[in-house]
């Protein structure tokens, strides 16, 4: 069976280990110099990213995330093996792993390293459709002639130039396609490197439960469920009109999928479609002062992505939630796209003052929509804000103050509250 070495990248026939560099990172299967479209996922990215920064937490398990009331945005394997996952609420991650460390995000540190890892995929082809910051898919179909040697081959390049490089490893899956190719990835983490193969596609998938397609949340999985669809092998009973019929467009591409058939091709300028962040508060708040404060720091992480981006965006959302979970939103559309946390509170401090005062929230957020390129963005100002062109030329020069001396070298008093 063909066989590929992970760390010297020789190719040869089955053994236990590499006969050229004795390594037992060995990946194996009968197609994998043939397949082409792979998702490559950064294991356990932001914690990653901090470990590698202080080696002194290379033992301990790391949470990244909020505080008890927020929510877990990463966390380390050795936190994972104790139960804790994303989107975990921190009280509950806690309760799992109470001698975690745990860290607020850096995201300006995070696109940075992860603008690295996007210029190391495009040394091998233009067709990289990122997803997030820490995984993407590649299509390297045709890129043998031009590389010298498999797709494969370059794949396992890559993961280990960003480990020597970046100190940050990443699982690779490829197959013939993106909906495979995405299964892939999850099914060795961390540091990982799965192929499923065109031959084998209909016995992998027959048995395995529908939850596992990608953007199937929870409601269209009742769904599935309440019709007695549990698995891939329940799909395939299902014949495609009666699925339309069902789940409407949904129904045509569960019928695709069951069959391991998807027919997008990598998009490199798939557009991101909004940035925001939120943060859920210790206890619930209607402190004006602290309200205001986490507006400003929302806002400026929401431009820190949009600049690292290079995108703008003319629809500004305000979301909080009350006590009882409830939520409430506000959005203005802005006369110009724009990517300054300037412009982004102000709009949403002014949104906040049409949400009922002095209620209690247990979250807020804020958000940026309807994006496109940077350029022409924040450049006629505000006529009934002469100020407003002072205030931007100010923030461009906090930028290069923090890209220099890092994130905390510049605050705004209202971010202290």
């Known amino acids: 069976m063909p066989s590929l070495c992970r760390e010297c990248l020789c190719q040869f026939d089955t053994t236990a280990r590499c006969p050229a560099c004795g390594s037992p990172r060995v990946v194996s299967h009968d197609e994998i110099f043939s397949l ?92 990289v459709e990122p997803l997030s910051l820490d995984e993407a898919f590649i299509d390297l179909t045709g890129t043998g002639r031009l590389h010298g040697a498999p797709p494969a081959v370059m794949l396992a390049r890559l993961v280990r130039r960003m480990r020597n490089e970046l100190g940050v490893t990443g699982s690779i899956g490829l197959s013939h396609n993106k909906f495979l190719a995405k299964i892939a990835s999850d099914l060795d983490k961390p ?10 596609t209909a016995d992998f998938l027959r048995e395995r439960p529908v939850s596992l397609i990608w953007g199937v949340g929870q409601s269209t999985l009742n769904a599935l469920h309440g019709s007695g669809i549990r698995s891939f092998a329940d799909l395939l009973r299902w014949d495609r009109t009666d699925l339309t019929a069902r789940f409407g467009s949904m129904g045509h591409r569960l019928w695709h999928l069951a069959r391991g058939e998807d027919m997008r091709r990598v998009s490199p300028n798939a557009p991101v479609k909004s940035i925001s962040h939120e943060t859920t508060f210790f206890e619930d708040t209607s402190d004006p002062d602290l309200l205001d404060g986490h507006l400003w720091r929302l806002s400026e992480k929401v431009a820190d992505r949009a600049k690292a981006r290079g995108i703008a965006g003319r629809v500004v959302t305000l979301k909080l939630k009350r006590a009882d979970h409830g939520l409430v939103t506000r959005r203005q559309v802005l006369h110009e796209a724009t990517q300054l946390t300037d412009t982004l509170y102000r709009t949403a401090r002014g949104l906040m003052d049409h949400v009922p005062q002095g209620m209690a929230w247990r979250l807020i957020g804020v958000g940026l929509s309807d994006l496109g390129p940077e350029a022409g963005a924040d450049r006629s100002g505000d006529l009934l804000d002469p100020q407003a062109a002072k205030r931007a030329g100010a923030e461009r020069a906090s930028d290069l103050i923090r890209a220099k001396f890092g994130p905390e070298a510049i605050l705004k008093g209202r971010a202290l509250r």
């Open 191 to 200: 540091h990982g490197f799965s192929v499923i193969g065109v031959a084998e």
């Open 36 to 127: 082409s479209i792979a998702h490559m996922d950064c294991d356990a990215f932001y914690a990653s990213v901090e470990k590698r920064d202080n080696p002194a937490l290379a033992d301990k398990p790391l949470i990244i995330g909020g505080g008890r009331r927020g929510v877990v945005s990463t966390a380390c394997y050795i936190a994972r093996i104790r139960g804790v996952r994303s989107a975990m609420p921190m009280f509950q991650a806690l309760r799992l792993c109470p001698d975690a460390v745990v860290l607020k995000p850096r995201m300006a540190l995070y696109a940075e390293v992860s603008r690295a890892i996007r210029a190391m995929m495009l040394d091998l082809t233009p067709a």
